[in-house]
């Protein structure tokens, strides 16, 4: 067992845990962490011991998400899912919980997605390959983020990667389109981007609210 130590304790990961199987059966057991992403990348447990950053990492995939889901809700377009919910794809070899996630409704009738149950009842996981995830970038999370989950999004068949960098101005944010050679980033027209997932172009724009702090809106048309 292995066993890392932070200001929140100890998180010990157990020496059965070699494979994205075994990954996935000690997320679905009372000993997995609930308060720190861990991620199964590749062969490897992945865990950010970091805390989010309110603002620029927090406040960023809330409003996303937010408005997201409305659009998905409204246009009938299918499900929208913010953080929490594990993802697995064994072609990629990854499983983890994305920052956001969306299925569309022709992905939730076909066979790229499962929904799976967990040992308490309830569905946990989607085994698969979703139409979009968004990450947002934290100071711990930039490899991950940048390299790792962008080859391995693009392996698991995913058709838009959206990824979003609010640690500093101007703000970073890309809708990557999945390719035969890798993910390209759609075009931007005056910050406007294109989703061909949610059919609609969509701008995220920083200012400072009445307290100084950073805030963002995702525009959409």
Not at 19 to 29: C, G, L, Q
Not at 125 to 152: C, F, H, T, W
């Amino acid at each position: 067992m292995v066993q890392i130590l932070d200001e929140s304790g100890v998180i010990a990961i157990p020496a059965w845990v070699r494979d994205i199987d075994s990954f996935r059966r000690w997320s679905d057991s009372d000993d997995f962490p609930q308060d720190r992403p861990v991620w199964w990348l590749k062969g490897q447990v992945w865990i950010d011991m970091s805390r989010e950053q309110i603002f620029t990492h927090t406040l960023v995939k809330t409003k996303i998400s937010m408005r997201l889901s409305l659009v998905a809700e409204e246009e009938d377009l299918g499900l929208y899912l913010g953080d929490g919910v594990l993802l697995s794809n064994f072609a990629a070899n990854i499983s983890g919980n994305p920052d956001g996630t969306f299925l569309s409704q022709a992905t939730l009738d076909s066979d790229r997605i499962r929904l799976l149950e967990g040992s308490r009842g309830g569905f946990t996981e989607i085994q698969g390959s979703p139409d979009m995830v968004l990450e947002v970038v934290s100071n711990s999370s930039v490899e991950k983020d940048y390299d790792q989950l962008r080859v391995a999004y693009w392996e698991a068949g995913i058709r838009e990667y959206w990824l979003v960098d609010a640690r500093k101005e101007p703000l970073r944010f890309d809708i990557l389109r999945h390719t035969r050679r890798g993910y390209v980033a759609t075009p931007k027209q005056d910050g406007w981007i294109k989703s061909a997932v949610f059919g609609k172009s969509f701008k995220l724009t920083q200012r400072t609210d009445k307290r100084g702090h950073p805030e963002f809106i995702l525009s959409v048309r």
